[in-house]
Structure formats: C-alpha cells, structure tokens
C-alpha cells in the first residue's frame, strides 16, 4: 500500500515566524510533488508543486524536496492568521496518473 | 477564466438510493479525476478520466462508475449508497499533454449524506 504520512499537528506557530511542515512517502518511483492548503469546509487549493530535488520557492512559500529520503516539506515564512489551514502533502504514484493524499497538518498561526 | 465546476454543492440521499455528481473541468484541460474526502481525512482517490476512458482507478467497489463527455466533463455515479459513502466528493482537473508532469486544480466540491 502506498502511503504518504504528515504529521496531523495542530501545528501552533506565532504571526511572523517560520512555520515548518513535513511528508514522507512510499513509492521511490513518485515524480511529481504537490502542497495544497484546505481551509476548513472548503476544497483543496494548490499552492506549489516541485518535481525536482532541491529547493523551490514562490513567495514567501519554499517547497523542499529529497527523492533519496522521500521527504518533502513545506517553509512558509513570515506566517500570518490567514495561513491558518489544513496543508496536504499529494504524491503522484509511479505511473503518474494516481495521486496520493496524506491525511494533512493542521497549522495555526496565531496573532 | 472559469475553474473547475461542480454540481449540485449539496445532496441528502438515503441508504440503498442511487446519485449522480457533475463536474466540469478547468478551460483547457481534458483530464478529469474523482476524490472522495471523508472528514478529517486526505482525498482518496477514486478513479481518473481521460479521452472518455478510465484510465486508472483506486480502492473503490464497482458500486462507483464514472463517465466522461467529448467536451471533457465527467459524472460520478454511486449506487446503492451507504451510510459510509457520506463525504466530500472532489473533482479534479489537468492538462494531460504527454508528460509525466502535471498538476491539478480542484472544484468545490459536492457534500453528499446518506440518511
């Protein structure tokens, strides 16, 4: 069974600060990498995506990616009360067709 | 530019009944995949349409049939609902252009219950 694994939080960071999150997965054979956020009764937004090792940044969001670790993770810098979701980690399966949902962290920043 | 649609927002069904679920994918993309989001849980994936067809399906029973139209839009059908298919019914759309690379953007979403 392929998995992908977050820690489900609650993630608590202070207005401004760096909040830290994490995933792990499965399937070596992943190639595509995906950070949605999901604000609570509502669908999942995409906010980055990264298919190579390394770092990538957009904004004051860096996505960070390890294939030999199968870790990604997610920076967001200079947090606000409005980043205050649930972030899923999505990995697409080998064949790349099928995309895998971690059960996702919930982070909250407070004021 | 119109994103990904979804019909209806809502849908209260009892045990045993049948229900469709409509989606109509982002303008240019002609890949439409079908999650089911139980609460407090990721999207499970149930099964992705491309060029009308099924392409790959996940860990769902053949009570949940799909279809997609030549303009791209795809329909969930669920039969014989159970009190456990009550959720979040996610669409999903991309641009398939060849490459193992893309990404997808999500519709609003259809809350069905099962009463």
């Known amino acids: 069974q392929k998995e992908v694994e977050q820690n489900s939080g609650p993630l608590s960071v202070p207005e401004g600060a760096i909040a830290s999150l994490n995933c792990t997965y499965s399937?070596?054979?992943?190639?595509?990498f995906f950070w949605y956020r999901q604000y609570s009764g509502k669908s999942p937004e995409l906010i980055m995506f990264?298919?190579?090792?390394g770092d990538k940044e957009d904004g004051r969001f860096t996505a960070q990616l390890n294939k030999a670790s199968q870790y990604v993770s997610l920076l967001i810098r200079d947090s606000q009360p409005s980043d205050s979701a649930t972030y899923l980690c999505?990995?697409?399966?080998?064949?790349?067709?099928?995309?895998?949902f971690g059960a996702g962290t919930r982070l909250f920043v407070k004021a | 530019d119109a994103g990904v649609t979804q019909s209806p927002t809502h849908l209260i069904k009892t045990r045993g009944q049948q229900v469709t679920l409509r989606c109509s994918p982002k303008?240019?993309?002609?890949?439409v995949s079908w999650y089911q989001q139980a609460l407090g849980q990721g999207p499970q994936f149930i099964f992705q349409?491309?060029?009308?067809?099924?392409?790959q399906r996940g860990n769902f029973p053949d009570r949940f049939s799909g279809h997609q139209f030549p303009n791209y839009s795809s329909e969930l059908n669920v039969n014989a609902l159970l009190l456990g298919d009550s959720a979040l019914y996610l669409c999903a759309s991309s641009f398939e252009p060849g490459l193992l690379y893309y990404e997808q953007y999500f519709g609003p979403g259809t809350r069905l219950t099962v009463t």
């Open positions: 349409y491309y060029e009308e067809e099924e392409r």
């Open positions: 399937d070596r054979g992943s190639q595509s």
């Open positions: 303008s240019g993309h002609d890949t």
């Open positions: 999505a990995v697409s399966d080998t064949g790349g067709f099928k995309t895998i």
């Open positions: 990264i298919y190579s090792n």
